[in-house]
Each structure stands twice: as C-alpha cells, then as structure tokens.
Nanobody, 120 residues
Framework: QVQLQESGPGLVKPSQTLSLTCTVSGGSITTSSYSWSWIRQPTGKGPEWMGVIAHDGNTYYSPPLKSRTSISRDTSRNQFSLQLKSVIPEDAAVYYC????????????WGQGTQVTVSS
C-alpha cells in the first residue's frame, strides 16, 4: 500500500520561504509509471496544482507559480520536497502531495494534507 505523508512548518511569515517534504512509502518515486505532485487548496476555494517531479527527476510547474516554486527530491529517502519563495497571505492553504498514475491518468494516492498559515 502506497502512503504519502507531508511534513513541514504550519506557520510561515510573509516574504519567507515555505518548505514542505513528502515522504513516500510502499513504492519508489523513481518508478517510471508515476510522477509526484504538489497541490494546494485554500479555504473555500478549489484545489490548485502547483507542480510535479517526474520519475526521472524532471520538473514542471504551474505557470502562475513557476517563478516562486521549486520541487526537488531525495531518492535515498524516497522523498520529494516543495519550496515556495516569498510567501504572501494568499499562499495559506492545505498543501497536499499526490501520486499521478500515468496509466490511470489520475492522482491515485494522496497525503492527508498539511495546513499552512501565512502570518507575521
């Protein structure tokens, strides 16, 4: 059974960098059938896809967030991470990591999500 678990600070000050890590168990992040995304959902709004790191380490970002977003991975720990620079209050959201299944063309496993608040 694949499991994803987000971790990181729940409170970030404006202008600082948000850093989150997703630890994956039950499957390797280098398996070619899958990619690994970050998705966020502000309170009262729909989910927003932020970016993805593919099984080969290539990354792709949502255009509106591209200048502030970076996704990386540590294959030895089977983890991938999100950095969002220069955070603003509008970045407050529940942040999720998820696995995209190429064959099913859907996100088939999700983390439970972690609430991030942006406040000084």
């Amino acid at each position: 059974q694949v499991q994803l678990q987000e971790s990181g600070p729940g409170l970030v000050k404006p202008s600082q960098t948000l850093s989150l890590t997703c630890t994956v168990s039950g499957g390797s992040i280098t398996t070619s059938s899958y990619s690994w995304s970050w998705i966020r959902q502000p309170t009262g709004k729909g989910p927003e896809w932020m970016g993805v790191i593919a099984h080969d380490g290539n990354t792709y970002y949502s255009p509106p967030l591209k200048s502030r977003t970076s996704i990386s991975r540590d294959t030895s720990r089977n983890q991938f991470s999100l950095q969002l620079k220069s955070v603003i209050p509008e970045d407050a959201a529940v942040y999720y990591c998820a696995r995209a299944n190429y064959g099913l063309k859907e996100f088939d496993y999700w983390g439970q999500g972690t609430q991030v608040t942006v406040s000084s």
